[in-house]
């Protein structure tokens, strides 16, 4: 069975930095793609980065040069470095996986909220 | 990152059919199709197809999906209270090397 759990998250000050976890089960990270997604509160869902299996990164804009993600294949656990946080990074942050074809994600974690906050 | 989009909200009677629609462009939902995701409050996102049509295990038969150039389509048929949730629709976007999501639709199950 597929399962992600994410955790790290809690309430930080503006340009502080947290490193979100995502540890899975039931598969293997390093061979499928994989992303995190968040959601502030209220609002819809904005991707955020995601990692192909051949190790390749990508970010959104507006993330881009801040967050970094990730992976150790040994721990089977992808992660998400955040830097210079700010207020409009407040959201619930998922963890995702994507189907064989690397377009559609298709199991999603819990989800953990990152608060940015003075 | 330009998104997808949605209509913001979609009301129907019970037992009604509902269709929601999200549109992109050839870039996204036009070349690779887009994907259907059902979000109740405070749960994560719950996959409903994937590759326009593809539902995966224990998905509904109520539900069923289409694309129509740049426009993908959920359908909903015999309502039920438990479909009363926000909608989402993604796309990888070739343009942008990024995923993008629709604004996501509130269904309402009157």
């Known amino acids: 069975e597929v399962q992600l759990v994410e955790s790290g998250g809690g309430l930080i000050q503006p340009g502080g930095s947290l490193r979100l976890s995502c540890a899975a089960s039931?598969?293997?990270?390093?061979?499928?793609?994989m992303s995190w997604v968040r959601q502030a509160p209220g609002k819809g869902l904005e991707w955020v980065s995601g990692?192909?299996?051949?190790?390749?990164?990508y970010y959104a804009d507006s993330v881009k040069g801040r967050f970094t993600i990730s992976r150790d294949n040994y721990r089977n656990t992808m992660y998400l470095q955040m830097n210079s946080l700010r207020a409009e990074d407040t959201a619930v942050y998922y963890c995702?996986?994507?189907?064989?074809?690397?377009?559609?994600?298709?199991?999603w974690g819990q989800g953990i909220l990152v608060a940015v906050s003075s | 990152q330009a998104g997808l989009t949605q209509p913001p909200s979609v009301s129907m009677g019970l037992r009604q059919t509902a269709t929601l629609t999200c549109t992109g462009n050839?870039?996204?939902?036009?070349?690779?199709?887009a994907a259907w995701l059902q979000q109740h409050p405070g749960l994560p996102p719950k996959l409903l197809f994937y590759?326009?049509?593809n539902r995966p295990p224990g998905s509904s038969e109520r539900f069923s999906s289409s694309r129509s150039g740049n426009t993908a389509s959920l359908t909903i048929t015999g309502l039920q209270p438990e479909d009363d949730a926000d909608y989402y629709c993604?796309?990888?976007?070739?343009?942008?090397?990024?995923?993008?999501f629709g604004g996501g639709t509130k269904l309402t199950v009157l």
């Open positions: 995702a996986k994507l189907e064989s074809s690397g377009y559609d994600f298709d199991f």
């Open positions: 039931g598969f293997t990270v390093s061979s499928n793609y």
């Open positions: 990692v192909n299996n051949g190790g390749k990164t």
């Open positions: 050839n870039n996204n939902v036009g070349s690779r199709g």
């Open positions: 590759r326009n049509t």
């Open positions: 993604s796309a990888w976007d070739s343009s942008l090397s990024a995923w993008v």
